[in-house]
């Protein structure tokens, strides 16, 4: 197997099996298999963990670059799309848990905390801007609109700064956590940041080509 | 007194017969030392067992949460700020020898160790509904004693407006405190007319057993109409004074937690909806349900606050 062919084949999979595996284990826990469980509280304990499976994804997302650069992987792009793909979907889960289970589906509810509660109000802005990412992964989009595209989807670095706000901002007290998640968004965001100087800085300025992944 | 509950499925409500029958069965059974053949009894007390009588008066009629929700589930940030923390990490702690220091505008002051403490009160079982700050809510049988009835022993003077309650400080055996999330050791307190209330409790057992140690062993103060954490736990300090107590929760975030903190479905947290919470144990898709003015004791408790501005004084 040639290196395009071990992504395609091995990794890729076993990529997507682990990315289940949050998922996998929260439904042993709600059913009960395996002896685990979700708790006194299971609708807190649903939310809090996809919510959290979502931002680590989204920093997963984030570290592909930087991983990929520094380790000189260059085929670890082929997996960033996936891991983007699947930060979309914990926060699709996180957000169904929210409104079916803790809100029990009152949107009066939904709407005023939207509007009222500066950390849903950040939380449900990062969901809305997830979409058109989703939307424009495939191949086909990421052709049609070229160097757009690139732009576009430069709104990650929006989103993973609303998803640790919002992290921040919904604990009551213990902000170690969210602190630490803090931190690590600014590393991944400050790595883009030093690198796009750097290149600024040292003439050019060529436009790079997205990469089919 | 009767206590309106409303929107409660009548299923959901265990008579109180069998309820009590139920735990004398599990007690018997456990003396025996057959538990096993009980399929719940896991969910047994562990504590010893208390001598008390049940006060219906004051219970509410909803059945009780499990034994292990509330214990397995609950804010104790002396032993970790998650909400498996606190029974997680206090398996080790001892809550022997206790005493507790009185002090402040008070006749009878001194350092009293917990059987002095405890002695002349009969102890009571009171069924009360329990609400958290942060939305959720359980019904918990707490075993004690009104609070009244042991401040009428040490006297308080005419100056003696709030009564203060603080909790152990020992970093050594309340991990939690070894951060500094609050300032530590937490303190709470109580207008003079509110601890006298008699729904103010000074409880020392849970489910007809002495209190385990998540849930404040072995002494803890339980104001079912505030917001939990007034309800203070493994109290040392009883401390009587003339002007309002800085409080723990108040002090780190007074936009968000007032000293009052009275149940209140009218004033919400800045950062949550304070309307409804949802009862911990409840059937899916039926856990959320209205709050009630001061957690439904507003036919006790209101007078208290007559014309108070409770937006003010949340
Ligand atoms: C980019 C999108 C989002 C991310 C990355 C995200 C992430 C998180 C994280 C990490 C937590 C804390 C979990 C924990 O404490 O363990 C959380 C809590 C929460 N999020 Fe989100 N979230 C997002 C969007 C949303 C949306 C759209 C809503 C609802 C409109 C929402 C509602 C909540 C709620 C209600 C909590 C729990 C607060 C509580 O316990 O009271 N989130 N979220």
């Known amino acids: 197997m040639n290196v ?9 999979p076993l990529v997507f099996l682990a990315s289940l595996a949050p998922l996998a284990w929260l439904l042993c826990g709600a059913f009960g298999w395996f002896g685990a469980g979700l708790g006194a509280d299971p609708v807190k304990k649903l939310e809090h963990e996809f919510g959290k499976t979502a931002l680590n994804f989204l920093l997963l997302t984030l570290l592909v670059t930087p991983v990929r650069n520094l380790a000189g992987l260059p085929h670890l792009l082929r997996l960033r799309r996936m891991l983007g793909l699947f930060a979309f979907f914990y926060v699709v889960l996180h957000f169904t848990v929210y409104l079916v289970l803790d809100l029990e589906l009152n949107f009066g509810t939904l709407f005023a905390d939207i509007a009222k509660r500066p950390y849903i109000t950040i939380g449900f802005a990062g969901l809305l801007l997830l979409i058109p990412l989703a939307v424009t992964s495939t191949n086909r989009m990421m052709r049609r609109l070229g160097r757009r595209w690139q732009k576009l989807h430069r709104l990650i670095y929006v989103i993973a700064a609303l998803g640790v706000w919002h992290f921040y901002w919904q604990v009551k007290r213990d902000v170690r956590e969210p602190l630490i998640y803090v931190g690590i968004v600014a590393v991944l965001l400050g790595y883009r940041w030093v690198r796009a100087r750097a290149k600024a800085t040292s003439s050019s300025g060529s436009a790079t080509v997205p990469e089919r992944t | 007194m009767t206590f309106r509950t409303p929107r409660i499925a009548p299923s959901e409500i265990t008579p109180p017969e069998v309820f009590f029958n139920r735990r004398t069965l599990l007690a018997g059974a456990l003396a025996a030392g057959a538990s096993s053949l009980l399929p719940a009894a896991e969910t047994a007390p562990s504590g010893a067992k208390l001598q008390y009588t049940r006060n219906a008066q004051y219970s509410v009629s909803e059945a009780p949460n499990k034994y292990e929700e509330i214990t ?10 998650d909400k498996e923390d606190p029974k997680a990490n206090s398996g080790s702690f001892r809550p022997t020898p206790w005493s507790v220091a009185v002090g402040g505008e008070a006749g009878v002051k001194g350092t009293f160790t917990l059987e002095d403490i405890l002695k ?10 329990f609400r958290c700050v942060e939305a959720w809510s359980m019904v918990i049988p ?16 005419a100056k003696a407006k709030y009564v203060e309650f603080t909790t152990l400080y020992d970093p050594h055996r309340m991990p939690g405190q070894r951060e500094r999330v609050l300032a530590w050791p937490y303190v709470e307190g109580l207008r003079m007319d509110e601890a006298m209330h008699p729904l103010a409790l000074m409880v020392v057992g849970l489910y007809g057993q002495t209190l385990p140690n998540q849930d404040g062993a072995p002494l803890r103060l339980i104001v079912p109409w505030k917001y939990g954490f007034k309800s203070i ?11 309002q107590p800085n409080t723990t929760w108040n002090l780190s975030a007074p936009q968000e937690y007032g000293f009052y903190a009275n149940v209140n479905p009218q004033v919400d947290h800045p950062r949550w909806s304070q309307a409804t919470e949802r009862h911990i144990g409840a059937a899916f898709l039926a856990a959320r349900r209205p709050t009630l003015p001061f957690n439904g004791y507003a036919e006790q408790v209101a007078g208290l606050y007559k014309g108070m501005d409770l937006r003010r004084y949340y």
């Open chain 1, 4 to 12: 395009e062919q071990r992504y395609r084949r091995l990794y890729k």
């Open chain 2, 72 to 81: 397995g589930y609950n804010n104790y940030y002396e032993f970790g700020t």
């Open chain 2, 120 to 129: 002349p009160h009969p102890l009571e079982e009171r069924i009360y509904r």
């Open chain 2, 142 to 157: 707490w075993v004690g004693f009104p609070l009244s009835a042991l401040i009428e022993r040490f006297k308080p003077t």
């Open chain 2, 233 to 243: 736990k493994a109290i040392v300090k009883i401390n009587f004074t003339e002007k």
